[in-house]
């Protein structure tokens, strides 16, 4: 019996499964499933960390109303929410547009530092070229342990920025780095449930940072 590539995906399918019924059944009980843990585990993770959003989104505002700019990094599947992140500051739905960037956008300046200084360095020089104190650091990394988030991060905090990790599992080294202001960490070991709680928490930051920027909220102001 030959192994399809996607098996590991639905383990409880029986490759000779004949029975159409009783497989969109199965598939629809995983679907529904994932749905309902991943929808938990999002809302538990926005309720921990709320009284900290806050606090973050807040002191966002304080760095953006001088003229700070969010800069974004992240590798994989990480590198797509750093990318996110960036799009709905820049471009958002509602609200105001924020100055953002990427640090996984442009294909030639990771290749050429990764060929030239190292893998490990593709963000902290990007943060070294283009960031000033004032400006916010925010890293994906599901493990907590990428080594290039985690030497951004270093950067960014010896140039006096503000600095956000969202990690998952139980955070690796950025729950435990000197150089990371504010973890949010997402307790759970499916790398898809981890992104998709960090996109929550993202957002509520969003939502709460532009509640700050409409009415000039600060600290003891409820959200």
């Given at each position: 019996m030959s192994t399809e590539p996607t098996s590991f995906l639905y383990p409880f399918i029986d490759a000779e499964?004949?029975?159409?019924?009783?497989?969109?059944?199965?598939?629809?009980?995983?679907?529904?499933l994932k749905i309902r843990d991943s929808a938990e585990l999002r809302a538990a993770t926005v309720d921990q960390f709320r009284d900290?959003?806050?606090?973050?989104?807040?002191?966002?505002?304080?760095?953006?109303?001088?003229?700070?700019?969010?800069?974004?990094?992240?590798?994989?599947?990480?590198?797509?929410?750093?990318?996110?992140?960036?799009?709905?500051?820049?471009?958002p739905p509602s609200g105001r547009p924020l100055p953002a960037m990427s640090l996984v956008?442009?294909?030639?300046?990771?290749?050429?530092?990764?060929?030239?200084?190292?893998?490990?360095?593709v963000f902290s020089?990007?943060?070294?070229?283009?960031?000033?104190?004032?400006d916010i650091a925010v890293g994906f990394s599901t493990s907590g342990d990428s080594a290039n988030v985690l030497n951004a991060f270093e950067e960014a905090r010896n140039r006096g920025m503000l600095t956000i990790g969202l990690a998952g599992y139980q955070g690796g080294g950025?729950?435990?780095?000197?150089?990371?202001?504010?973890?949010?960490?997402?307790?759970?070991?499916?790398?898809?449930?981890?992104q998709e709680a960090q996109d929550s928490v993202v957002l509520r930051l969003w939502e709460m940072l532009q509640m700050c920027l409409a009415d000039g909220?600060?600290?003891?102001?409820?959200?």
């Open positions: 499964e004949r029975d159409s019924g009783v497989l969109v059944s199965d598939l629809a009980e995983s679907a529904l900290e959003l806050v606090q973050v989104a807040q002191t966002m505002a304080e760095r953006f109303e001088r003229g700070g700019r969010l800069f974004a990094f992240g590798n994989g599947g990480s590198a797509t929410d750093a990318e996110g992140i960036v799009e709905l500051f820049r471009e956008d442009d294909r030639a300046v990771i290749t050429a530092l990764a060929n030239d200084v190292g893998f490990g360095l020089r990007q943060i070294i070229a283009h960031a000033n104190a004032g950025m729950s435990t780095s000197g150089s990371v202001d504010h973890c949010f960490v997402v307790r759970s070991d499916s790398v898809h449930r981890i909220t600060r600290e003891g102001r409820t959200l």
